[in-house]
């Protein structure tokens, strides 16, 4: 397998390296990565905690790595960030890159069952099973088995559901406005219509908030998630991410703030200002589980 470092930036004392490999998860195709390593890492050796950081719809690897605000605490905190692409580049599909909410920068984190997405768009296999291969495999100093994950609006859709469904690969989630109840508003719809041959119900399992109605509740299963978003958030008003779903269903489900913790904060929009001035409280957030 062909893993090229494209370029390495010191930041906060470490560095912030981007890689390429071609994906046989996604067909082949060639997709990029950014990875940033605390400085024990990079000097020492030492194999530190991973934390997975998944952006949203028209993002890249670079929205996260570069104006997410995340690396200053990974740094005092002796964790690492992994921080993948959004979807497959360049599969050739008719239609991929006619909306910025479907194809191409719009892979959801799910494995499409319809034809002919089915061969390329591939995200949840990729992020749960390839990645962390990958970096096992290239020898980077990653504890890999000490691993949570986070995300932005599709991508925090995408951290609640991958954490939710592989009780055994994290150890905490967290979630900057996410897409909490996909299979009821629009962009969810639209993604699982076309990208599964079940549509919408099949999205079932792939929405968070059906997730959690399943989980048992903390005597079946301890949860550790942290949700923040903003109440100027258009797309919070236009009912595209619906946090209040999924706090019914945990507190259907018997989870208090103890398990769960959902803050809506005031005048905060969907950019990564408001990501990057919470980005430092997720990151030690997921500290405390990554380094128990």
């Known amino acids: 397998m062909s893993f090229t470092q494209k370029s390495s930036n010191k930041n906060f004392g470490g560095e912030l390296r ?3 490999f071609k994906s046989k998860t996604l067909g082949d195709l060639e997709t990029n990565i950014n990875v940033f390593l605390p400085s024990e890492a990079v000097s020492g050796g030492k194999k530190v905690p991973v934390l997975y950081y998944l952006a949203g719809l028209t993002c890249t690897e670079d929205n996260g790595a570069q104006k997410g605000g995340f690396q200053q605490e990974a740094a005092k905190q002796g964790i690492a960030l992994v921080f993948p692409d959004t979807s497959p580049r360049g599969a050739k599909i008719e239609g991929e890159d006619d909306s910025y909410d479907f194809g191409s920068g719009a892979g959801f984190y799910i494995n499409a069952t319809k034809a002919p997405w089915n061969k390329n768009y591939n995200m949840y296999d990729f992020i749960t099973k ?83 109605l399943q989980a048992g509740g ?15 958030d258009n797309f919070y008003n236009d009912k595209q991410l619906l946090p209040e779903d999924f706090a ?31 980005a430092p409280e997720h990151v030690t957030y997921h500290a405390k589980f990554l380094k128990a």
């Not at 629009?186 to 219509?193: H, L, M, V, Y």
């Not at 398990?259 to 990057?276: E, M, V």
């Open 218 to 232: 903390p005597d079946k299963r301890k949860l550790n998630i942290l949700i923040d978003s903003g109440l100027a």
């Open 130 to 212: 390839e990645l962390p291969e990958v970096l096992k495999s290239n020898n980077l100093p990653l504890d890999l088995t000490k691993a949570s994950i986070s995300g932005h609006s599709m991508g925090g859709h995408g951290a609640l559901t991958l954490y939710l469904k592989n009780p055994s690969l994290y150890k905490s989630a967290s979630a900057f406005a996410p897409i909490c109840h996909p299979t009821k508003c629009p962009w969810g719809e639209k993604a699982f219509s076309n990208y599964l041959q079940g549509g919408v119900g099949e999205g079932k399992a792939n929405d968070a908030t059906e997730l959690l």
């Open 18 to 20: 981007k890689y390429s």
């Open 248 to 278: 019914k269903a945990a507190m259907d489900q018997g989870y208090t703030d103890e398990h769960i913790t959902i803050r809506l904060q005031d005048g905060y929009d969907h950019s990564y200002y408001f990501i990057s001035t919470y």
